[in-house]
């Protein structure tokens, strides 16, 4: 089973931008579909994005599309999110998950493996 560490969150303006990676350990990494959820104070965790472990299926949740990508590097066993035209209601806790299936999911249920999140803070 991998283990997975997010890294790059951090305080931005509106408008700016942030890069966050998600390292996973374990030669099984590339079986793993990968997907990125945020979580606001007093909110539940939701959806962001998701990728196949093919690399290049991907998917978003309407309010980040357009906005968000994300991508990963099977050589590095490094998942990332790429967050552009950020806007204070994107501040969150990030986290991102590893689900051992094929297809990606959108619910929390749906994967089986959490990094300890990262935290976004957009400010107006």
């Known amino acids: 089973q991998v283990q997975l560490i997010e890294s790059g969150g951090g305080l931005v303006q509106a408008g700016g931008s942030l890069r966050l990676s998600c390292a996973g350990s374990g030669r099984s990494f590339s079986n793993y579909a990968m997907g990125w959820f945020r979580q606001a104070p007093g909110k539940e965790r939701e959806f962001v994005a998701a990728?196949?472990?093919?690399?290049?299926?991907?998917y978003y949740a309407d309010s980040v599309k357009g906005r968000f990508t994300i991508s990963r590097d099977s050589a590095q066993n490094t998942v990332y999110l790429q967050m552009n035209s950020l806007r204070p209601e994107d501040t969150a806790v990030y986290y991102c998950?590893?689900?051992?299936?094929?297809?990606?999911?959108?619910?929390?249920?749906?994967?089986?493996?959490w990094g300890q999140g990262t935290q976004v803070t957009v400010s107006s």
């Open positions: 990728i196949r472990r093919n690399g290049i299926t991907t």
């Open positions: 998950a590893a689900r051992n299936a094929l297809g990606v999911g959108y619910a929390t249920s749906q994967y089986d493996v």
